[in-house]
């Protein structure tokens, strides 16, 4: 199976834990080795847990999906449980004692745009495969777990806050998609650093206001954005307000009505090679991540002919740029803006390599 097949079914998964359907979460394999396949939960920690200090007064309160967490103290061993807190964390000079792998394989579950912010610490790496490791959890002693984007319900949260103060999804949010501005300040608020979120926040939207008016070509065009190969029949795409910040933020309109092809709320739409025409737009991103997906791509149904394709008007990711639209979190974000916005200007003249990125 390859990465592309690997993250499609992961990305599945999280759409499925989101609206409460148990699965069994499958071990990614076939990925290269890095050093985080070294590191463990078991592991004694050598990472500092902040390297700022807090500007908030404490004990403090913050609201989440499942209620209020009263955090009593300026934590100082600091878990997370979901799929990229880490960054958020990293960010705000909170440098966790264990975080969580998602996929990629990166050294510590850090990426790189995230790691020199990691430096010379080495957190422990909890899995996902089978839900919560609450037993490895409890062995690290926190005194603050971090889980906004970790697909907790009601009683995994419950589990969790037996074990120390535990930080849910945001209010009235998805599980696993909802907004990175709040995340972000509920995470940073946690930790007492709220002031310091609020700047993260304003850091990256003032990126994306540069961005958007040094291109004002972007404005009103169409936007597709899908996994970058097939799985099981069907290509994994974004309707509008699903992980697509990225780029309306930037201008583009995605393209309407791929909606009606998600099989729950707030999940990806499964477009099949029947219906490949409905992902034409007058641009197109997809998180291709080897080029084995990339060939499966391109015999997806009459995707080639498709007039985007055929014009050069569309971009092709990298691994590690696929990694920065998925993960959603400001570090994130900012890599994209680099790193995206010249291949969609590219993609905007029609002069986009069709080819996968070497």
Known sequence: MTRSHMRARDTRRRAKKALGIVAALTLLTGLAAACSSDSSADEPQTSSTSETEATDSFPLTVEHEFGSTTIESEPKRVVSVGYTEQDILL??????????????????????????????????VLSVT????????????PDLIIGTNAGMDQTSYDQLSQLAPTVGTVKDASAFFSNWQAQTRLIASAVGRSAAGDDIVTEVEDAYARARSEHPEFAGLSATFTQG??????????????????LTDLGFVITPGLEKFSPEPDSQALISAENVELLDADVMVFATETQEGFDELMKFGTLPNLNAVKNGNVVYTDPTLAGAIYFLTPLSHLYSIENL??????????????????
């Open 130 to 141: 089978d839900g919560f490791q609450y037993e490895k959890i409890a062995a690290l002693e």
């Open 229 to 246: 190969a097939p799985y099981d029949g069907s290509l994994y795409t974004y309707p509008a307000g699903l992980n697509t910040d990225f």
């Open 91 to 124: 960010q705000l000079g909170v440098v966790p004692i264990a975080v969580t792998e998602w996929y990629g394989d990166q050294p510590y579950a850090v990426w790189p745009w995230a790691q020199e912010l990691l430096g010379d610490n080495k957190p422990g």
């Open 341 to 358: 916005v010249p291949a969609l200007s590219a993609a905007v003249k029609g002069e986009a390599p069709q080819s996968f990125p070497a």
